[in-house]
């Protein structure tokens, strides 16, 4: 939280997106009993798996264990998680018209399993460990409800968005006033920082993140609980960071496609930065892997506001005692 405010701290603090995941065996075996979206969807076991990669990896923060993709339900969203395939949507918006049956999220409550999770992990958390709340950012939401799942061109996403822009921003609109709402719900019930993850706008050049994205990004940033840090993620995202930083947040993820001394020069010292080694060098040897965690400790010369993490997410097949091992080289280094 102290990095989060760019204040002193005695340790570069680290934590990683997706550290409860499927390359730890903890949560192998939880997983095993349920589906993904059930585990989603219980409190108990949520909080469970939240809790054990803290313990496990001695990291300074806790992230809740969810899914982006969580809040598209209540917007009418018919969401699958698939065997093999990942998340399926089985009625994607492709047409202008489409965008009408979006439904409007006045309230939250159809998401109180995530807010009763973050009660139950903060409770279960040593008190000097923050938990941090997440959402998808406005643009990787809407493309997923676009294209129906994952992508590698966005060809149905950017028609939209180029074809009829009425349609695109009042989709994103929408989008951006039910992620505030979901934001703030989790802050309430115990989330002490949160983050956009933005893990699809590398697609956009910066021309159509300025006018097609940018306002709603910073719509949703400007409606968080004041005083909460904002972590503002994306991936691919090299083109893109100062537009990012006037989008908002209080931390600027960088991913590995950039240094992380040039990244933070670009978005500015008035803001923290969290970053950024590659998900891959995970799979280096330990001797290897201090040599990269040095290089990134090194460009963060000691200047306070630097949040240690991976570019993106470990990958499932990281061997979990290289990231026990990254974590106590951080703290060390």
Known sequence: MRACRREPVPYTPIWLMRQAG????EYRDVRSKTTFLDLCKTPELAAEVTVTAVERLGVDAAIIFADILLILEPMGIDLEFAAGEGPVIHNPVRRPADVDRLLEIEDVSALEFVNEAIRQTRS????????????????????????????????HTKRLMYDDNGAWHAMMSLISRGLAKYLNAQIAAGAQAVQLFDSWIGCLGPDDYREFVLPHTRSVIENVTP????IHFGTGTAALLELMREAGGDVIGLDWRVRLDEGWQRVGHDVAVMGNLDPVSLFAKQDSLRKQAKRILDQAG?????IFNLGHGILPETPVE????LVEMVHEL
Do not use: Q, W
Not at 322 to 325: E, L, P
């Open 227 to 230: 005083g909460v840090p904002v």
């Open 322 to 325: 290289n990231v026990i091992a």
């Open 124 to 155: 279960a958390l040593r008190p000097d460990i923050p938990l941090i709340g997440f959402c998808g950012a406005p643009f990787t939401l809407a493309s997923y409800v676009i294209e129906g799942g994952g992508s590698k061109n966005y060809v």
């Open 22 to 25: 499927r390359y730890m065996r």
């Open 302 to 306: 000691g200047r306070s506001g630097h």
